[in-house]
């Protein structure tokens, strides 16, 4: 998936700035497209920042892709717009493909959800993310290598086993699958799965309070006879933790 205006931006740049050369090439090749390809990664962008920069300020136009996903988004670039935001150097988004978006739009979920990104690999990190990301009512993004998925289902098990899980793998690829299930009935996967994968774990189901109707009638007759009917609304409101 790409847009007309991200074809034609990234024709019109004098360098792009990809992960990996092989596989941005394959996307220009399929479109023709005969640009300087430059590495651009987390092991080097602090190195050629600098050069990148000075192109910049030259007034040439310079593109940065990822492999897969959005640069900055759990992959490299905040770095360069850092620099570029303190340089006051104009930096403009090309939207495209973003398996964030593309899964919850078919998720089924609500329309409320916070984006997470890659977890903690270690059992101990992990365990206290999760413990403190439970509490809140969102749904939640988050990304995961298709290899730890076993591992990371255990713990949702554990933290978030009322709610729903989503899995989407390999978003607006060739293989792209997806996969839906209560989590507390989630089974481990047998067979590794390969590929991207972006998992959504749906919000907390609130669960509804049963009300003792006629309880509720005999504190109201009862409180009536001392207070304003105003009072009592509010005082069994708070009591019971009901609605007025």
């Given at each position: 998936d790409i847009t007309i205006r991200a074809l034609k931006i990234l024709k019109n740049s004098d360098l792009i700035l990809c992960e990996d050369t092989r596989h941005t090439m394959k996307l220009l090749n399929n479109y023709n497209i005969k640009n300087k390809l430059v590495s651009y990664h987390k092991?080097?962008?602090?190195?050629?920042?600098?050069?990148?920069?000075?192109?910049?300020?030259?007034?040439?136009?310079?593109?940065?892709?990822?492999?897969?996903?959005?640069?900055?988004?759990?992959?490299?670039?905040l770095l360069l717009v850092k620099e570029c935001i303190e340089k006051k150097i104009n930096i403009y988004p090309v939207p495209g493909a973003s398996s964030i978006t593309a899964s919850y739009s078919i998720s089924g979920f609500e329309d409320q959800f916070m984006y997470y990104g890659f977890l903690p690999k270690k059992e101990k990190e992990l365990n206290n993310v999760l413990s403190k990301i439970q509490k809140n009512d969102f749904a939640i993004i988050f990304f995961i290598p298709a290899v730890k998925i076993n591992f990371y289902l255990e713990s949702f098990k554990k933290y978030f086993s009322d709610r729903k899980i989503f899995i989407a793998r390999e978003m607006t690829k060739i293989h792209e699958t997806f996969y839906r299930?209560?989590?507390?009935?989630?089974?481990?996967?047998?067979?590794?799965?390969?590929?991207?994968?972006?998992?959504?774990?749906?919000?907390?189901?609130?669960?509804?309070?049963?009300?003792?109707?006629?309880?509720?009638?005999?504190?109201?007759?009862k409180y009536l006879k001392k207070y304003s009917l105003k009072d009592v609304v509010e005082l069994i409101s708070k009591k019971e933790k009901i609605a007025k």
């Open positions: 092991f080097n962008e602090k190195k050629v920042s600098h050069n990148i920069i000075k192109y910049l300020k030259e007034g040439k136009i310079l593109s940065l892709v990822s492999d897969a996903g959005t640069p900055t988004l759990s992959d490299p670039g299930e209560n989590l507390e009935d989630v089974e481990l996967f047998k067979t590794p799965l390969k590929g991207e994968l972006t998992v959504i774990i749906s919000k907390k189901k609130i669960k509804k309070q049963l009300v003792d109707n006629f309880d509720i009638k005999n504190q109201a007759k």
